[in-house]
């Protein structure tokens, strides 16, 4: 089941991992291996990659970065093909991927004696992108019957699906609001309009989806491999100064409808 349907659905730039993830899936399909084994290893795979920046394996690291995308994406498509979507996941998933981005930022951080400011500055940038990228991207799938345990709203904890506890999304979505408010409320005062918006083309979310953390970790995987460690963290806080000129854009193309 794709997150939206065939007739709504545009190039992705960050999900260039889902074909390797739907193999994962398909492999992990007959067996016991739940999506949630598989954010699992996703952790797993972040962890090393951060590992190997401390030692300044830049190779190794770009590799698990890169795994830890796919796999990142391979949880979701598990849950699709065995039919057993759960909130419990949705948060999970989003839970480790902030702190491991934060961690991905600070042995970055570190390894180049940068300044920790900066750090969370970039930080903080890399975090707006997602959610403004996410923002519009779930409000499409509300609008044309897409995948739906992401809500564009996360006010107060879902009731648990079918398999899973109610006080697991509970916990975690305590987690998830804990982490992630902050962010939601911003994009969505900077883009208020949005939700009642009918107006994303499809060569636009492609623009947009250069936000998402898939393309994010690339960029990051991209810049160790050419021993560019520095400017990781000067590249999204500049980048960040996209937000307003995507919102901007996506603004103009409503009223010009």
């Not at 739907?22 to 007959?30: E, T, V, Y």
């Not at 500055?121 to 403004?132: D, E, K, N, S, Y």
């Not at 208020?192 to 994303?200: P, R, Y």
């Not at 636009?204 to 250069?210: H, P, R």
């Amino acid at each position: 089941m794709a997150k939206l349907p065939k007739e709504n659905q545009f190039l992705d730039l960050s999900d260039y991992g889902r074909p390797a993830a739907r193999l994962i899936a398909q492999f992990f399909k007959p067996t016991f291996v739940t999506p949630i084994h598989v954010t699992i290893l996703f952790i797993i795979s972040g962890l090393l990659a951060i590992g190997c920046i401390f030692f300044h394996q830049y190779l190794l690291a770009a590799f698990f970065i890169i795994l830890k995308s796919i796999l990142d994406a391979a949880d979701g498509e598990l849950a699709r093909i065995k039919n057993t979507p759960s909130y419990t996941g949705r948060y999970f998933d989003s839970v480790a991927d902030i702190i491991l981005n934060f961690f991905f930022l600070l042995s970055i951080c570190i390894v180049t004696n940068g300044n920790f400011f900066f750090m969370i500055l970039a930080f903080i940038g890399i975090q707006l992108q997602g959610t403004l990228y996410n923002y519009y991207y779930v409000i499409l799938r509300n609008k044309f019957d897409g995948d739906t345990t992401s809500r564009v709203f996360e006010t107060h904890a879902p009731k648990a699906m079918k398999g899973e506890k109610q006080s697991h999304v509970n916990v975690l979505f305590s987690m998830y609001s804990v982490l992630y408010k902050v962010f939601d409320v911003t994009i969505y005062q900077l883009d208020k309009k949005a939700i009642s918006g009918n107006h994303f083309p499809k060569w636009y979310m492609t623009m947009v989806s250069t936000f998402g953390l898939g393309f994010q970790l690339l960029i990051i995987a991209i810049f160790l491999v050419l021993n560019l460690d520095y400017f990781i963290i000067p590249f999204f806080i500049i980048n960040s100064l996209f937000i307003l000129i995507f919102i901007a854009i996506r603004q103009i193309l409503e009223r010009k409808k």
